[in-house]
Structures are given as structure tokens and as C-alpha cells.
């Protein structure tokens, strides 16, 4: 039997003033705060390089709790609170991450609905790929490029040991993009490279065992990054690098020119390249020719091979885009 006396009231009391700390509106002003770019992140630790007065002072941080689950990827632009000098034991803590100029994205596999983020702010992606040991896999590339235009990253294509293999195949099946191709081989002085570099962001990315470490060791000695070596069975590559680093050039001459200062940003390899995220709206819109042409294509067009009307096929029968780069676009659709 209840013990409340009659009259009494279930809902007294609910009305009344709660006596709770208020909640400030103010909030920690950080503006004011050093910027530093991320250079590779450790179990959760994270090397930032400053920017700024301090400019190449390099500092460990951590995320502060403010920033919740939101995430801090290799390249961003983060600001700093706390001891930023340096100093052997100290720890700063990342408290904001500034925007994003790019981001560079890919899923595990094309049914995985989670896109993973990889870089930020590269201007620059240069695609790594062996012509032997192991062969070029041309799916492969064009599932990165896609990633790229996606990204609105400038995509550039590296051929390795172009001593074990031709790379005139490889470099006929892009010229249609209009996408720059430079063939590589041990004992190359590397310049050309080193001036698609000078004064970018540039991630470099590729299957295993492709050559990938062996150049930026090159491009950037002491860099220590490990190399890896071929299966003879299976003809891939082992994995060697576990994580994404950002490495500054050195200084360089090419022709008695100084090269203007670049970063590069070397990743693990990858053995597959999902592209769930992607749509084909933004492949088309990454070819600003293409796209304005497809301005005349039936509403819901695919732009496909066989989709009726296109206005691209349309563009090809009257002399106005070469067959070559139609079919080159068109297979970065079925890539996508």
C-alpha cells in the first residue's frame, strides 16, 4: 500500500529550478593558437611540423577531447595549444583541424559503404607502377586516377624499371587523358621527377613492390623509408611501409635552377583501391571538355558505351573529340 498521503501531488515538484552549474557560452579562443602541418601519426601521437615564425620546428602532439571523433589524417592543417617548442618529453595537443583543400579518399572494396580518408590537402598524386616485377595492372590505375579526379588532385603516372620493360604501351593507353607519364629506371638522376615535385603537395601511391620506397629514399636521402622485394611465386609485392608520412625535399638544382620547395607524401602500399564513394557525376565533371559536351545528352544519360543519344559519340561523329580519349574517359567509368 502506497505511503503517500492524500492529496499528494506525483507531478509536484518537476517544475521546479533545477540546481545545476549554468553553462558558460564562452568557449576557448584558439585563434591565436600556432598552425603545424601533420607528418605521420604513431598510436596516436602525432608529428607536427609548424608553419608560420616557427616555420620547420617539429613538435609531438596529442588530440585534445574537444575534437570528439573527429578525424586527423596525415596533411592536415592543424592548430596547436600548449609547449610547442619541441623539446625532447614535451606534448602539445591538437585542438582544431582548419579546412581541407583536398582530401583523398578510397573504400576497402566497392561494396564497402565506409570511405576511408588517406591525405589531405595534396595538389598532386603521382601513381607508382613497375612495367615488370611486378607487371603493371592497369585496373589498378585507373581505379586511382578515378580517386583522384574525384579528389580534384592532379593525377600523374610513374613507370619503374622501364629497364626490364617497354613503357611505350602504358604510355599510349593515357596520352588520351592528357595525363603526364615519366618512365623511370635504377641509376636515373631523377630530375624530371624532381621538377613534377617542386613546389607541391604530392602523394606518392602504388601496389607493393613496385618501387615506390626506393624512390623517395632517392628523392630524399635519409629518408630510411623500407624496401620491400617481390614474391616469386605470386608476383606481388610485401608491404613494408605501415603508414603515411609527410618528407620535405631538400634543396635542389636542375640546370642551374633553384627548384621551388615541395613535400611528398609517401603511403603504404595498397593492394586494392575501392571507389564505393565515387560518383560517376563527379568523373565526368573532373574533364571539363567532356562535361561541357555532355551538357547535350539525354537527361539520366550514362554516357556509357551504347547508351543512346550521347552527346559524346555525337561529338566523336562529327570530328569535334578523338575516338581515343572517348574510349580512355569511358573506361574510367567502368573503373568507377
Known amino acids: 500500500m502506497s505511503q503517500r498521503g492524500v492529496g499528494f501531488d506525483d507531478h509536484a515538484g518537476f517544475d521546479r529550478p533545477r540546481r545545476t552549474r549554468p553553462r558558460t557560452k564562452d568557449r576557448p579562443d584558439f585563434s591565436g593558437d600556432p598552425v603545424g602541418m601533420v607528418m605521420t601519426i604513431d598510436r596516436g601521437r602525432y608529428r607536427v611540423v609548424l608553419t608560420g615564425p616557427d616555420e620547420g620546428r617539429q613538435i609531438n602532439a596529442a588530440k585534445a577531447r574537444q575534437l570528439g571523433r573527429m578525424g586527423v589524417i596525415v596533411g592536415d592543417r592543424v592548430r596547436l595549444h600548449g609547449d610547442v617548442t619541441g623539446e625532447e618529453g614535451t606534448l602539445a595537443r591538437v585542438v582544431e583541424v582548419l579546412p581541407r583543400d583536398t582530401v583523398l579518399r578510397r ?14 590537402n595534396a595538389d598532386q598524386l603521382v601513381i607508382v607502377t613497375a612495367l615488370a616485377d611486378p607487371p603493371p595492372r592497369v585496373g589498378m590505375i585507373d581505379r586511382i586516377m578515378v580517386a583522384a579526379f574525384d579528389a580534384r588532385i592532379e593525377p600523374l603516372l610513374l613507370l619503374t624499371k622501364a629497364d626490364l620493360a617497354s613503357p611505350d604501351e602504358l604510355e599510349a593507353a ?5 595525363i603526364d607519364v615519366l618512365a623511370t629506371k635504377p641509376g ?25 620506397s ?7 636521402p635519409g629518408a630510411g623509408r623500407t624496401i620491400g622485394v617481390v614474391n616469386d611465386v605470386t608476383g ?7 603508414s ?10 636542375v640546370d642551374g635552377v633553384d627548384l621551388e620547395p615541395g613535400w611528398v607524401i609517401d603511403t603504404p602500399g595498397v593492394r586494392s583501391f575501392g571507389l564505393s564513394h565515387v560518383t560517376r557525376e563527379n568523373i565526368v565533371a573532373a574533364f571539363g571538355d567532356l562535361d561541357s559536351i555532355t551538357d ?6 550514362s554516357h556509357e558505351t551504347g547508351a543512346q543519344d550521347c552527346a559524346l559519340d555525337l561529338a566523336v561523329e562529327r570530328g569535334e573529340l578523338s575516338r581515343a580519349r572517348l574510349e580512355s574517359f569511358r573506361r574510367m567509368l567502368d573503373s568507377g
Request: aromatic fraction near 6%.
Open 296 to 301: 547535350g545528352c539525354p537527361r539520366g544519360c
Open 107 to 120: 573504400t576497402a572494396d566497392d561494396d564497402d559503404p565506409y570511405e576511408r580518408a588517406i591525405v589531405a
Open 236 to 242: 606481388r609485392g610485401r608491404q613494408t611501409s605501415t
Open 188 to 212: 636515373d638522376d631523377l630530375d624530371d621527377l624532381r621538377v613534377w615535385l617542386a613546389g607541391h603537395r604530392t602523394v606518392f601511391i602504388g601496389h607493393s613492390g613496385v618501387g615506390k
Open 244 to 253: 603515411a608520412i609527410v618528407l620535405e625535399l631538400p634543396a635542389h638544382q
Open 214 to 220: 626506393t624512390l623517395v629514399n632517392a628523392l630524399i
Open 174 to 178: 593515357y596520352a588520351p587523358l592528357d
